[in-house]
């Protein structure tokens, strides 16, 4: 239902006329204070109804988390790469960004931009033991979590966990590491998948009895499928894993890494190093960015879900807590089952790029969108985006349709945009007053 104010049209600017043929009582796009506004906010594109400019702004969302999916050639690489220059252009100061990348995308954009790129299981190596904990039994813990969540013992094995701890204490003790006080001794690095494997080595040809031993040839056998086929995740680490989140851009490429649960480990050990940092750097003001971390295709990593990986999860940890610490959390991936339900729920923002057929019915269920929203979304073109947004201080259950402006158009990037003012509502307004 809309406002129908007879003869006005022919006495008003035609732009005029067209906004008040498209108010109803229920508005169609947020205030303009809310999406138009570029202090703190990022330039995204235009409003597909109103042509307004648009702005991802943390300072009036409920938290900074993202998530981002469409099919392949709709577009999410370039838009997560326009969040990501713009954010560096036009936020004062920019945020650090690390790129958690499982198909090697990131790689040439991050190299052309000036960032850093380390290449896990080619030049670069990742030790998934190097826990960040500042005690033995912390980063036990770690470790341990680490390994369930990857895949190298099955999840609902607890028998498997024991072995595993106790696999990795002895491998500990090998190394000279009996207690806390051991680990500040330079001298002494922890152990690697590698030294792991050889005490359950030394299990299995034990006399211990035959249910250990089977345990003991389970674990072995995972993480053998890891090791051999990438030898980075049995040395030491390369990458500067404390120093990682002040380095401004920086990409993580994964993709020489052939198994799924190799690539899982990587990532979950610098999320970990994430959760460890972010406690330390102490909270920001409400809306502050200090840092941005992409999972690109992030079901090749993991499927986030609570009910399945636990509160404790380092991701769950950032999306509970990432807020307060100024720390923003983008994941994409083509499908929206991709995503668990928990990441759905608790990202602020969720950007529906174009599609995919087979997706529709998911999509449905998932966002609890009207059937023909979703048709919509499926036949939606390139850079065209539908965002789903959580605001601080209004409801608002709508999509917001969005043409996205790519990084690399240098018009849209040097764009200028000056408070923008809803003629239409604010004619309405001035015709309530005067009646009145």
Known sequence: MSFEIGGIGKNIPAQMTAELGTISIFPSEPP??????????????????????????????????????????????????????????????????????AVGEYVKYVEAAGGVVFHI?????????????????????????????????????????AMFRRALQRAYEKKGIKTSEDLRDPTKKPPTLKDVMEVLEEIKDS???AELKRTAEAIYERVWGVVSTSPALSRESSVPLE??????????????IPTEEGKTSAAILVLQYLVNWMRQQ???????????????????????????EGEEHPLAIIFREGRKYGVAAI??????????????????????????????????????????????????PKFNAMFLMNFGDIQWSAPIP???????????????????????????????????
Request: net charge positive.
């Open 243 to 256: 120093k990682l989140f002040h380095m401004g851009l920086v990409c993580l490429n994964l993709s020489p």
């Open 32 to 101: 303009a204070d809310v999406i138009c506004d570029p202090q703190g906010g990022i330039f995204v594109g235009f409003t597909k109804l109103w042509n307004r400019p648009f702005f991802w702004n943390p300072r009036v969302l409920v938290n900074p988390h993202m998530i981002v999916f469409g099919t392949s050639g709709s577009g999410k690489t370039t838009f997560i790469r326009t969040i990501l220059s713009r954010a560096q252009a036009f936020l004062n100061p920019p945020p650090n960004a690390i790129i958690i990348d």
């Open 121 to 161: 299981g080619k030049k670069d190596s990742l030790n998934p033991l190097d826990a960040p904990g500042t005690t033995l039994e912390a980063k036990m813990v770690q470790a341990v979590s680490l390994a369930k969540y990857s895949g190298f013992v099955e999840k609902d094995a607890p028998r498997q966990l």
């Open 282 to 308: 102490g909270e920001v003001k409400p809306g502050h960015l200090r840092l941005i971390i992409v999972l690109d295709e992030a079901h090749r990593v993991f499927a986030f879900d609570v009910k399945k």
């Open 331 to 380: 994941l994409s991936s083509q499908l929206v089952k991709d995503f668990g339900y928990d990441a759905i729920a608790n990202a602020a923002t969720i950007v529906v790029m174009k599609v995919h057929r087979a997706d529709v019915e998911n999509v449905i269920h998932a966002l609890s969108l009207p059937r023909h929203i979703v048709e919509e979304a499926a036949n939606q």
């Open 207 to 209: 006399d211990a009895s």
């Open 402 to 436: 969005v043409r996205v402006s790519p990084y690399f158009v240098r018009e849209d990037i040097s764009v200028q945009v000056v408070q923008t003012h809803n003629m239409a509502r604010e004619f309405l307004a001035s015709l309530s007053r005067s009646v009145a």
